[in-house]
């Protein structure tokens, strides 16, 4: 049975710091490719990040990039996500998501979730 379970989040000051884990069990974690996704009240849900499966390529949602940086460790089966310069409209549902083929900030393009972690950032 496969499980996501995100970590990390938590109150923070605007320009403040905070890094998200994502950790998979229950499949051969290189085998899959990982993206987070942040969802705010009455808004949809949108990709912040993705990561292929070796940790080569990554791709950042257009508001994000430059401040945070997506990387994985393999051998922990875990994802992390570096948040930093962190704003008032960063402050989101956090989720992590799990896909073999699945690729991009689509977030039907994955198929195994985590129930999210919440992130607020004060001003």
């Known amino acids: 049975q496969v499980q996501v379970v995100e970590s990390g989040g938590g109150l923070v000051q605007t320009g403040g710091s905070l890094r998200l884990s994502c950790t998979a069990s229950?499949?051969?974690?290189?085998?899959?490719?990982v993206g987070w996704f942040r969802q705010a009240p009455g808004k949809e849900r949108e990709g912040v990040s993705c990561i292929s499966y070796r940790g080569k390529t990554a791709y950042y949602a257009d508001s994000v990039k430059g401040r945070f940086t997506i990387s994985r460790d393999n051998a922990k089966n875990t994802v992390y996500l570096q948040m930093n310069s962190l704003k008032p409209e960063d402050t989101a549902m956090y989720y992590c998501?799990?896909?073999?083929?699945?690729?991009?900030?689509?977030?039907?393009?994955?198929?195994?979730w985590g129930q999210g972690t919440q992130v607020t950032v004060s001003s």
């Open positions: 229950g499949l051969t974690f290189d085998d899959y490719r």
């Open positions: 998501a799990a896909d073999r083929t699945g690729w991009g900030l689509r977030w039907d393009a994955y198929n195994y």
